[in-house]
């Protein structure tokens, strides 16, 4: 209990940090829908930072207590491979789904590369492949994960830090979103039980974030088209998480 409670903790104070800093840059650069990416972003890397800072500040040594562990590459690939055919899977199924986030970050996208062209995309990709997926693992997989698999099952940890990451992304598209990251969290968790690597979870996230970049809806209108590729990518899923769970027993 104790583990979990310190982990809950630790994810209120991530929570905390990132709304105080967006509210602060939205009350200094206001027009919040034109500037919501960057103000994602920034606040982002102040998370992150501050979230390392009170590691360091505890004489806590990071790479240690954040499973920052090294990894092989073809642990990677599977890593990769996993989250992304679920993340594609599910951005088909739900692609006729309206998800306000995701119309305030194009919008937002759109604003600033009517200022310099091609700066939206660029900070598009620094957002969802690199800035999120870091500061999200770090939070949730880094800290609230191995928190509580300190004092409880590993079970435990990674159905609490999956929860926890879903409903995290109710404000950004209510329930449907919460499925899917819910679902997402119980992969990345997985991933972090099997390999005990932060890198492979934040790298894997950023692979599942890449079906953020497909207009699915307009790409694939056949119904049938749309259930022959999401039963290809359940394939591969279920390909990849029998070979991981079977070289696990093996060793």
């Given at each position: 209990m104790k583990g979990i409670l310190r982990g809950a903790g630790y994810f209120i104070l991530y929570l905390a940090i990132t709304v105080i800093t967006q509210i602060a840059i939205s009350l200094i650069a206001g027009q919040v829908n034109n500037n919501l990416l960057g103000m994602t972003i920034i606040s982002g890397v102040i998370t992150g930072i501050v979230l390392y800072l009170v590691f360091k500040l505890r004489k806590k040594n990071v790479k240690q207590e954040w499973s920052m562990n090294r990894f092989a590459f073809t642990d990677l690939v599977k890593a990769c491979l996993l989250a992304?055919?679920?993340?594609?899977?599910?951005?088909?199924?739900?692609?006729?789904?309206?998800?306000?986030?995701?119309?305030?970050?194009?919008?937002?996208?759109?604003?600033?590369?009517?200022?310099?062209?091609?700066?939206?995309?660029?900070?598009?990709?620094?957002?969802?492949?690199?800035?999120?997926p870091a500061v999200e693992e770090i939070a949730l997989r880094g800290i609230v994960y191995t928190r509580i698999a300190k004092t409880a099952k590993p079970v435990v940890a990674l159905i609490v830090s999956a929860v926890l990451f879903g409903l995290m992304h109710f404000m950004a598209g209510g329930i449907v979103l919460v499925i899917g990251a819910t679902i997402t969290g119980l992969i990345l968790g997985f991933l972090m039980y099997r390999y005990k690597s932060l890198w492979i979870c934040i790298i894997a996230h950023s692979c599942a974030n890449i079906p953020n970049f497909i207009e699915f809806g307009k790409l694939i209108t056949s119904t049938g088209m749309r259930a022959s590729i999401v039963i290809a990518f359940g394939v591969v899923f279920a390909v990849v998480l029998i070979r991981i769970l079977k070289l696990k027993k093996s060793r």
């Open positions: 992304f055919s679920f993340s594609n899977a599910f951005s088909i199924l739900t692609s006729d789904m309206d998800i306000e986030n995701s119309k305030l970050m194009a919008a937002s996208a759109q604003y600033y590369s009517s200022l310099i062209p091609g700066l939206g995309m660029v900070l598009m990709i620094l957002n969802l492949l690199i800035i999120a």
